[in-house]
T-cell receptor
């Protein structure tokens, strides 16, 4: 099956700080991108999405930035809270409903 | 509105057996996709169904199959189980397939353990 990496990077941040999680996507033809949050024992939860005709989109406490030139996606979480601790995945979509997921980044929030 | 539901939540099988997992999409959603999640390989796409037809398929052996019913509920089946099939199997639903721009919402998954 398709796979993206074997290692799970970890980002540790202090409560109240801003977090930035990065993702490199694989296909320049991808036109839709999603960030998911997955807590232990649960399925991925939708956070925010962005279409390829945009370079920035904001939600509640979260911002997604898309740089198509270098095929890079980032998720910014403002005022990180303990409840934000989870694994975060980016996913790309290439004109189908077949999501290709990144490796994931574990976010740890400490007091 | 209820989310995506998957049954059973946990399953233990032995090598060589077969297993069937069930997924009920969000009400009104007609597209269902299945993913396998393992620590080593991450989240990998298995297949997607819409209107009882398989539209997309990932790179998995023929032991993995699925189907969708007229009410959009979906099942996936794994025959002749192998140890490496131990994983979290996730189902996601979306309104309808298009250019892939409908958000997919995930269920809690079925944790399959093969002994």
């Amino acid at each position: 099956g398709e796979s993206v990496g074997l290692h799970l990077p970890t980002l540790s941040v202090q409560e109240g700080d801003n977090s930035i999680i990065n993702c490199a996507y694989s296909n320049s033809a991808s036109d839709y991108f999603i960030w998911y949050k997955q807590e232990s024992g649960k399925g991925p939860q939708f956070i925010i999405d962005i279409r390829s005709n945009m370079d920035k989109r904001q939600g509640q406490r979260v911002t997604v930035l898309l740089n198509k030139t270098v095929k890079h996606l980032s998720l910014q979480i403002a005022a990180t809270q303990p409840g934000d601790s989870a694994v975060y995945f980016c996913a790309e979509n290439i004109m189908t409903d077949k999501l290709i997921f990144g490796t994931g980044t574990r976010l740890q929030v400490f007091p | 509105k209820a989310g995506v539901t998957q049954t059973p939540r946990y399953l233990i099988k032995t090598r060589g057996q077969q297993v069937t997992l069930s997924c009920s999409p969000i009400s009104g959603h007609r597209s269902v996709s299945w993913y396998q999640q393992t620590p080593g390989q991450g989240l990998q796409f298995l297949f997607e169904y819409f209107s009882e037809t398989q539209r997309n398929k990932g790179n998995f052996p023929g032991r993995f199959s699925g189907r969708q019913f007229s009410n959009s509920r979906s099942e996936m089946n794994v025959s002749t189980l192998e140890l490496g099939d131990s994983a979290l199997y996730l189902c996601a639903s979306s309104l309808a397939p298009g250019r892939g721009t409908d958000t997919q919402y995930f269920g809690p998954g079925t944790r399959l353990t093969v002994l």
